[in-house]
């Protein structure tokens, strides 16, 4: 089973540098999700370790052996494409046995009418053909095996590319965003099929996507990626609670952390510009700097009784909870006249408070909620390295 | 807008469509559709060239010369074993210049550009160039073959080398154009089922069976059926070339037809000959549309 390596792994596409000297390992039997917007170089690291794309510079290692050069099938990977590159002229029973048809297969059967009678064979042959069906059981896939991709759903498409993916019972498994294309609640019943898989076959999967919730849900370790740079590596727990930088606070969660700008003026902290608030706890020495806290983490009060005076934006109601979009009232609100809302603060509480748009309302937090960042370059600050 | 005004507009909007096919319909019905009924009833008379609007309804009496006739049947082999060499012959080679050509090398747009000669080049002015090469005294290729010390050869006047030498120019010409509509259809062979499959532990050809073909095949068919289709009624390189001889042996149906009705000035039983061209190329179509169902079903499934 492979442990990947990389080492300063870097992939330039003429004068465009995609990925910048990458550094990192892969554990045996992790589920691995690389996250990060579109463009950032998540699904070029993928094919690399698939060996359909060639690395630039630096090595990739397989359990510490140099693989950089090696064909696809040496590394004994599966591939799930975003497009699912199921064969479209073969019925489903006939793609998912096919990487065992060609595992089988001999040069001198590429003569021809051998050819034709050799696949028919090894379709036949016993082995690949329990395999396949015991494969097709397991995804229910039996009763479609005689049909064409053509004729499947998106979903049905989806587990088809699975059961091929799965056949060869590889050690290595790559996913290159398998569940952008399925509708909403497919997807969502796919992501937990797929976490799923992952504990019964016990094998290391790398998932690329730029979706939080599908990171969060089913990696056991996250690398976050931007422009060709790892921004953190961590578990989804504490890539969620302790963000590395204001890119990784504002990526994952949805809503993003609210980050405001803060400033310190004789010793007292002001937030968004001129609202003073009484911190009652340490905080950062420094003039300016990001304040960072999560929607769950703040309170909605009636006005005047949290620290932070507001006004209601936007209400989000998604049932269990609602997410409430407020404006911090800084004392400047009159001399705004943009008709979208930027910078809002957002609040969620569980259940439905029956705000109103417009509305006054306040906000709370509790001070070991907050998390510093430098107004500069974005990186954490650590209260107790000050 | 009054009610009357819209349903005004909306008799006028049902009429459009009939107004925009009208001209097409004309222009078949005037130029082929008329044609075509004129010949096939002429086929069933005796009419001679010096008086084409005199001829005498004698039923099938043409069609039961034309099975009586050896010349027919030879004229028949000529038209099958010519469509069949060059669709074989073409369609091969323009599929294999399309892969030669699909991936990237040095000079690529230039050897495109080549092979793409023939079919640039009008059929005339090919068969004239190509009549100069075969020319039994001073052609290029019996220099060659001189050089090579293998004596001249009859390229167009012996019946052994006739019909190969026109077989030449066809596929020099056909060979292009299945060049052409591979290479279209290779470009859009999706890339992630080419990688799947190499994924999946396909070689080059396994990928290639897997992937390419099935993607390419409906373009090499539809290739095929045209290249079949011109053959039947391919006129100028062969009439240019060998004037359907040496001993009929280049006479295809279409060249036979030239001779029998200007020649020999019997345009009912060149009608005749018309016809089964006609039914020749109607049969290869049917044979495509029904290829093509049936693929279609399959594939649905």
């Not at chain 1, 603060?345 to 510093?372: H, M, T």
């Amino acid at each position: 089973m492979p442990a990947l390596t990389f080492n300063k792994v870097s992939k330039t596409f003429g004068d465009h540098s995609v990925i910048n000297a990458f550094n990192a390992d892969i554990h045996d039997g992790e589920f691995l999700v690389l996250l990060g917007p579109s463009g950032c170089g998540k699904s070029t690291l993928l094919r690399m370790i698939a060996g359909l794309s060639d690395i630039t510079s630096g090595d990739l290692l397989f359990d510490g052996s140099v693989a950089n050069d090696w064909e696809p099938k040496k590394r004994g990977v599966a591939f799930v494409f975003q497009t699912y590159a199921l064969y479209p002229h073969m019925t489903v029973r006939e793609n998912i046995a096919f990487p065992l048809v060609m595992d089988a297969f001999r040069k001198w059967y590429h003569l021809p009418i051998v050819n034709i009678v050799a696949r028919h064979r090894l379709m036949k042959r016993a082995d690949i053909a329990e395999r396949t069906l015991s494969i097709a059981r397991q995804l229910e896939l039996e009763p479609l095996l005689d049909r064409r991709p053509a004729s499947l759903s998106g979903g049905q498409r989806q587990r088809v590319a699975l059961a091929r993916a799965l056949v060869r019972n590889p050690d290595l498994y790559l996913l290159d965003e398998p569940l952008s294309n399925l509708d909403a609640k497919l997807r969502t019943q796919m992501r937990s099929e797929i976490s799923a898989l992952h504990h019964k076959v016990g094998k290391t999967f790398v998932y690329v996507t730029h979706d939080q919730v599908e990171a969060m849900t089913m990696a056991t370790r996250i690398i976050v990626m931007n422009k060709g740079i790892v921004q953190q590596v961590d578990t989804p727990d504490e890539i969620y609670d302790h963000p590395a930088n204001t890119f990784v606070a504002r990526f994952v969660g949805s809503p993003p952390m609210n980050l405001i700008p803060a400033s310190v003026n004789n010793d007292a902290l002001q937030l968004s510009g001129k609202l003073a608030v009484d911190h009652a706890a340490p905080f950062p020495s420094r003039r300016h700097m990001t304040f960072g806290v999560r929607p769950e983490k703040l309170s909605l009060h009636p006005a005047g009784e949290g620290r932070l005076p507001a006004q209601v934006a936007v209400v989000e109601r998604l049932g269990a909870e609602t997410v409430i979009g407020c404006r911090l009232m800084t004392g400047e609100e009159h001399n705004d006249q943009r008709l979208l809302e930027h910078d809002l603060v957002f609040v969620r509480v569980s259940g439905n408070p029956k705000v109103k748009i417009g509305e006054l309302c306040s906000l709370d937090y509790q001070a070991n909620d907050v998390l510093w960042f430098d107004i500069d370059n974005g990186d954490r600050i650590f209260l107790d390295q000050e | 807008m009054s009610v009357s005004g819209l349903k005004n507009r909306s008799g006028m909007a049902r009429l459009l469509p009939y107004a925009f096919i009208l001209p097409p319909m004309i222009y078949l019905m005037v130029f082929m559709f008329w044609p075509l009924s004129r010949q096939m009833y002429m086929s069933l008379t005796n009419t001679r060239i010096v008086n084409p609007n005199r001829g005498r309804f004698i039923g099938l009496g043409n069609y039961e010369r034309l099975i009586e006739d050896p010349a027919f049947y030879l004229s028949l082999k000529a038209t099958l074993t010519y469509t069949v060499l060059t669709v074989v012959i073409g369609v091969a080679l323009g599929v294999v210049a399309a892969l030669a050509i699909d991936r990237p090398f040095k000079g690529r747009a230039v050897v495109r550009a080549i092979l793409l000669f023939g079919w640039a080049v009008p059929g005339v002015a090919a068969s004239l160039i190509w009549l100069w090469m075969y020319n039994e005294r001073s052609g290029v290729f019996n220099r060659i073959t001189e050089l090579l010390g293998i004596g001249r050869f009859s390229w167009l006047t012996s019946t052994d080398y006739a019909l190969g030498s026109v077989l030449a120019v066809t596929v020099w010409q056909v060979a292009p154009f299945v060049m052409l509509v591979v290479l279209a259809a290779l470009q859009s062979v999706p890339q992630e089922v080419r990688e799947a499959a190499r994924i999946d532990g396909a070689d080059g050809i396994s990928t290639f069976r897997a992937v390419t073909l099935p993607h390419i095949r409906p373009s090499i068919q539809l290739a095929a059926l045209l290249v079949a289709v011109w053959s039947i009624r391919r006129f100028d390189i062969i009439y240019l070339l060998t004037g359907g001889g040496p001993l009929g042996s280049t006479s295809t149906l279409v060249v036979k037809l030239r001779q029998t009705a200007f020649e020999g000035h019997e345009l009912g039983m060149a009608s005749a000959y018309g016809a089964v061209g006609l039914a020749l190329a109607l049969m290869v179509a049917a044979i495509h549309y029904t290829v093509e169902q049936r693929r279609m079903k399959r594939m649905s499934r």
